[in-house]
């Protein structure tokens, strides 16, 4: 095995299991830095022997095994304990959490340490920002320099922003723990935002050579079922579990064979998942008919809207402009404004939507998403301005981080230089 592969393997493995591989650690650590120290060095340990001994046959339960080890190694030299006897029980809990198969390990129940961190990382004491951030960098597994790219900000302000959060943890005793059941509704708020930027992360990877990142949806989906199930009566979970699941349903028919990108109108319907869609669509009339409405239903309810559309031509545009607007109401942002301005557009009047898009892009919030001059190329091309549209694509051809985007933007111009010449 050569080193290049071995190196593809583990940086798979490490997005893949990052989280699930720390949660347990942080909890028998009692530090985050120490329990991502130690996942750090089994990875290390996987990329220096991988090349010579050979991809294991279960890379996953390798690096678990591993990750344990040095866990005991790090206790045993630690001077944290009085007598040997805590020493010896700090070690056994180690053995013992990591004493199952990996499949084993990650089927835990619903106040599993997974569900234990989201809540840990959504703590009240962090804010909004430092909250998502630090869930990405520890469930995720996702670089500094990645987390910064996905909240617009310098690397620098990211990594400081993350290094402040943990000395909080540990200089607040902030508990690792699933919040009792009365503290669980004024906590849930910054756990669905969470979830819904790993959600994000995992639909459109911030960078990468794939646009989708299977494992963080699949997560998202979990731990959103698992705070769903906790929270059964509160308005919020329902609704974004049906969003994740309806817009997860498409992911087959995002990317030909290729992995390029295939947009919304073009894709093969046939390859969405039917049966996930159906089970999302009862709990958008659920999440609709709480009260007061969340976001995230609307959301959904937007997302159901393609979902029961047989062909693109007979999409609901109408009413999907009139959810944004709604959604606009609810949560004001840029990118609502944004996907509204394309709904209006889809909806027949083009020239409105641009309008709109020229305004916001006016503004200046959302300079650096690559999204919006991508999106007023295409309303540009629709109304045949040609060259304003590609200088449109440029711009965003400028600001897009991930490979599989930066190809299907790439074509565009090809395309357009075709035409012209």
């Known amino acids: 095995m050569g080193l290049t592969e071995a190196r593809a393997a583990v940086d798979r493995l490490y997005r893949e299991e990052h989280g699930r591989i720390v949660a347990p650690l942080i909890r028998l650590l009692g530090d985050f830095d120490r329990a991502e120290e130690v996942v750090q060095e089994a990875f290390e340990a996987a990329l220096t022997q991988w090349p010579s001994e050979g991809l294991p046959d279960e890379p996953r ?28 029980k700090a070690v056994a809990d180690v053995e013992q959490a990591f004493a199952p198969s990996a499949e084993e390990l990650l ?55 993350l290094v402040r959060a943990k000395k909080k943890i ?11 059941p009365e503290d669980l509704p004024e906590r849930i708020d910054a756990a669905l935002a969470t979830l819904y930027l790993v959600f994000n992360e995992g639909y459109a990877a911030t960078a990468g050579d794939a646009l989708v990142r299977q494992d963080l949806c699949r997560e998202a989906i979990r731990l959103a079922e698992l705070v769903s199930a906790l929270l059964p009566n509160e308005p919020g979970p329902k609704g974004l579990l049906a969003l994740m699941l309806l817009h997860d349903a498409r992911r087959h028919a995002r990317v030909d064979a290729e992995g390029d990108l295939v947009l919304l109108e073009a894709q093969d319907r046939a390859r969405w998942d039917h049966e ?5 669509l009862p709990l958008v009339d659920a999440a609709l008919r709480e009260r007061p409405p969340r ?19 007979d999409t609901d545009w109408r009413q999907i402009a009139g959810l944004y607007h709604v959604l606009l109401r609810l ?12 709904a209006i557009a889809m909806h027949g009047d083009v020239e409105e939507g641009l309008r709109l898009l020229d305004a916001l892009a006016a503004r200046g919030t959302l300079a650096r998403y690559h999204l919006l001059p991508a999106a007023r190329g295409d309303l540009l091309l629709r109304l045949g301005r040609t060259g304003q549209a590609r200088a449109a694509y440029e711009e965003a051809l400028s ?10 933007l790439e074509r565009r111009l090809e395309a357009l230089q075709r035409a012209q010449t």
Request: some cysteine; hydrophobic content about 45%.
């Open 170 to 180: 540990r200089a607040a005793g902030i508990p690792y723990r699933v919040p009792a």
């Open 61 to 88: 339960a390798w690096v678990l095994r591993a990750a344990r080890n040095k866990a005991i190694d790090r206790i045993r030299r630690g001077r944290t304990f009085r007598d040997k006897q805590a020493e010896l």
């Open 107 to 161: 089927e835990a129940g619903p106040r599993d340490d997974m569900l234990r961190l989201v809540f840990t990382c959504c703590h009240p004491a962090f804010g909004a920002d430092a909250q998502i951030a630090l869930t990405l960098r520890t469930i995720c597994g996702l670089t500094t320099p990645e987390i910064a790219r996905a909240f617009l900000v310098d690397e620098k302000a990211m990594a400081q922003r």
């Open 295 to 313: 976001g995230y239903a609307i959301q959904a309810a937007i997302a159901a809207l393609h979902a029961q559309a047989p062909r693109p031509e």
């Open 331 to 342: 949560e004001p942002s840029p990118v609502v404004e944004l996907n509204r301005a394309v």
């Open 276 to 280: 996930q869609i159906a089970r999302a």
């Open 399 to 408: 600001l897009v981080s991930n490979d599989v985007e930066r190809r299907f």
